[in-house]
């Protein structure tokens, strides 16, 4: 977040990163909600996902400032150049925003464990860029109204002095858009190129095999429990695991009533109120 928030002040003015760094609270409520409606948690993977959307929140609100700057330095008032700035940009940031969403959408169609483990990033992502896409048309152009200001008597020079670099893309822009069938074809064909390249000669791995594709399951029960007792609970936990995994994520179940497991290769004395259970999974072949 502070690496954010110091790229925003390096890069625009402080007012224009104030503004853009008050809408990211109110993205990630939005994610929190989304998170708490759906039944997820916080965790490593959500925590993940919400280090993605970081960066993602903060273009509509830039480009939303931005734009209501330029017309507070073409001359307007600043409640006009909010109205007139958020309502130019409204649709272009609509279609870039939903783009991105529909980029983690196809989350959503892994199955199996896989699919489960990491169903919280899309719902992180595309809910912050929901809540950024609402505050970036609801909050922000009020916030702008009220905080930016435009003086050119007191304007400071730049941190960074852009104009080289700008005046060299402006007349690389100008020639490509005089050549744009030239520009449109080899564009097509260096992503041929590369996606040629990419299928037949990198490497492609998702996820690497694990080491141990097992893993042990242990329930005690009152001391008043007899064997058979046990047996109907280690009975209703092979129920919950068979439910829960479906047939091609488990290779085995196996049930032991009477002992505990405590390493790979020990197990504690015998009881008649605990239980263990060892689920292995397929290996990588036969996944």
Known sequence: MALVLLSLYLFLNF???LITAL???????FAAMALYFLGYTINMVSLFAFLIALGLIVDDAIIVTENVYRHMELGKPAHEAARVGAREVLWPVIASTTTTMAAFMPMFAITGVMGAFIAVIPVVVTASLAGSLWE????????????LRYDPDKRRPARIDWRALRERYAGMLRWSLGNRYFVSLLAVFILAVTAIYAATRLPFQLFDDVDIGQFFVNAEAPNTYSLEDTAKLATQMEDVVLSTLADEDLDTLLTNVGVTFIDFNRFASP????GCQQCRFPGPHRR
């Open 136 to 147: 970036a048309f609801s909050v922000l152009p009020s916030h702008a109204a009220e905080l």
């Open 271 to 274: 009881s008649t109120g605990v």
């Open 15 to 17: 007012r224009v990163a």
């Open 23 to 29: 809408g990211i609270p109110v993205s990630f409520l």
